[in-house]
C-alpha cells in the first residue's frame, strides 16, 4: 500500500497545524488580458479551467515568501526564534543556490536550520510529510512548512496552453509536535514527457547534449487523467486506512489547479459541493503554494473547528501526487 501510517502507540502524537499565512502579489491579472496577446479569450479560459485571474508577482519571491512566514508565525503565537527547522517547497525562483528557505530565514529573523524541497505541486503536503516525521524524531518542536511559488517566470507567455493556467503566491503553516495522528499518501510514476520544464545548461564548452532552457511544457489532456484518478485513489485509500467514512471528512482541500479536476474527483467521492473549497478563479493555479493558500483562507475566515478532519491532495511534475488526512 502507498498508504504510511505511525505505529498504533503514536496515534494523537503527531503533528498539528498552529498557524497558517500566506501572501499574494498585488498585480490581477484578468483572463481578458491574455486576448490582447494571445488567441484565447475569457470564455475558453473560464470554462475549461474555472479561472477568471491570477496575481502575477513583480518583485521577487522571497519577499512574498517572508510575508507569508510571518504571517503564519503571528497566527501561531510564536516569534521567528521559536522556529526550528524551516522546509520551503519550491519549484522555481531567482536562485538556484542557496535554497529560497535560507533566504527566507534571513529576512524573516530566524536562525534555524533551512532546507528546500522540489515536490512540484505536491511539495506543500511532501513537506508536511517531512514535518511530521522530524516532530516524531523528536528532533524539532515547531516547523514552518513554507511553499513559495512563481510559475509565472517559468511559463511561456506565448503559449496559451500553459500561461493561462498559473499564478504566483506563498503560503505557509507552522506545525507543532503533539496533537492527532496525520496520515500520508505519497506517490510518483515517473514521466518527463508530460510535464516538464528544462534549466539552461549554461556555458560550458563541454556540454554535448544540446539541451537549452525550455518553459513549462504540459499535456494538459494526460495530466488531467492522472490528477482525477490519483487524487481520488490517493484519499479513498487514506481514509480507507484510517476507518474514516468518507462523509466524516469536513474537508476535501486539492490542489488548486483546475476546477474540472475538482469537480471530476467530487462527483467519483461523491461527496457535497461544500467541503470542496475553491479559489483557483482568484489565484490560478499556484503550484504547491494552492493547498496552503486555501487552507489559510478557511482559517482566517473562521471556516474550521479544531477536531475538523481534513483532507488535502495534489498532484503535478514528476507525476506526483501527495495526500494528507489530518485533524484541524
Ligand atoms: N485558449 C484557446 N484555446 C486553447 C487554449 C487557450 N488558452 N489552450 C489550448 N487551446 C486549444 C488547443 O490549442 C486545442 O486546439 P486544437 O484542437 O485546435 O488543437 C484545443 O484548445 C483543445 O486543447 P486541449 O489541451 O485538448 O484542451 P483541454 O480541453 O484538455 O483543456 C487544459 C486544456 C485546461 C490544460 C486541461 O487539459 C487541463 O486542465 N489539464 C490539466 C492540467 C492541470 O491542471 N495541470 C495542473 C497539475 S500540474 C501543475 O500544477 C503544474
Not at 504540459?218 to 484519499?235: C, H, L, P, Q, S
Request: net charge negative; with cysteine; hydrophobic share 40%.
Amino acid at each position: 500500500t502507498r498508504v504510511r501510517s505511525s505505529a498504533a502507540s503514536d496515534v494523537y502524537k503527531s503533528q498539528r497545524i498552529i498557524g497558517t499565512g500566506s501572501a499574494v502579489p498585488d498585480f490581477i491579472v484578468k483572463n481578458e488580458a491574455f486576448e490582447t496577446f494571445l488567441d484565447t479569450s475569457d470564455e475558453w479560459i473560464t470554462t475549461r479551467t474555472g479561472i477568471h485571474e491570477r496575481r502575477i508577482h513583480e518583485g521577487n519571491l522571497e519577499q512574498l515568501a517572508a510575508i507569508a512566514a510571518k504571517r503564519a508565525l503571528e497566527d501561531a503565537g510564536l516569534l521567528p526564534c521559536d522556529i526550528d527547522f524551516i522546509i520551503c517547497s519550491n519549484v522555481y525562483s531567482r536562485f538556484m543556490t542557496p535554497a529560497l528557505s535560507c533566504v527566507v530565514q534571513g529576512l524573516i529573523g530566524a536562525g534555524c536550520p533551512c532546507l528546500d524541497i522540489n515536490g512540484a505541486c505536491a511539495g506543500f503536503i511532501y513537506a508536511l510529510e517531512m514535518a511530521n516525521a522530524y516532530l516524531k524524531h523528536g528532533s524539532y518542536k515547531n516547523i514552518l512548512v513554507l511553499s513559495a511559488e512563481e510559475p509565472s517566470r517559468m511559463a511561456d507567455w506565448t503559449d496559451r496552453s500553459t500561461c493561462v493556467l498559473f499564478g504566483d503566491a506563498a503560503a505557509a503553516a507552522v506545525v507543532t509536535s503533539g496533537g492527532f495522528e496525520c496520515l500520508f499518501s505519497m506517490h510518483t510514476e515517473s514521466n518527463v514527457e508530460f510535464l516538464h520544464a528544462y534549466n539552461s545548461p549554461g556555458n560550458c564548452p563541454f556540454e554535448r547534449t544540446g539541451r537549452k532552457h525550455e518553459a513549462v511544457y504540459m499535456n494538459g489532456r494526460e495530466v488531467y487523467k492522472f490528477a482525477v484518478n490519483a487524487a481520488t485513489n490517493d484519499i479513498i485509500a487514506l481514509c480507507s486506512n484510517a476507518g474514516v467514512e468518507l462523509c466524516k471528512v469536513d474537508w476535501f482541500i486539492l490542489h488548486q489547479a483546475n476546477l474540472r479536476i475538482l469537480d471530476a474527483v467530487r462527483a467519483r467521492l461523491t461527496q457535497p459541493k461544500e467541503k470542496f473549497p475553491h479559489n483557483m478563479e482568484r489565484f490560478g493555479n499556484t503550484s504547491s503554494a494552492g493547498v496552503p493558500l486555501m487552507l489559510d483562507q478557511l482559517n482566517r475566515d473562521g471556516a474550521l473547528n479544531r477536531g475538523d478532519v481534513i483532507a488535502m491532495s495534489a498532484f503535478g511534475a514528476g507525476l506526483t501526487t501527495g495526500a494528507c488526512l489530518m485533524r484541524w
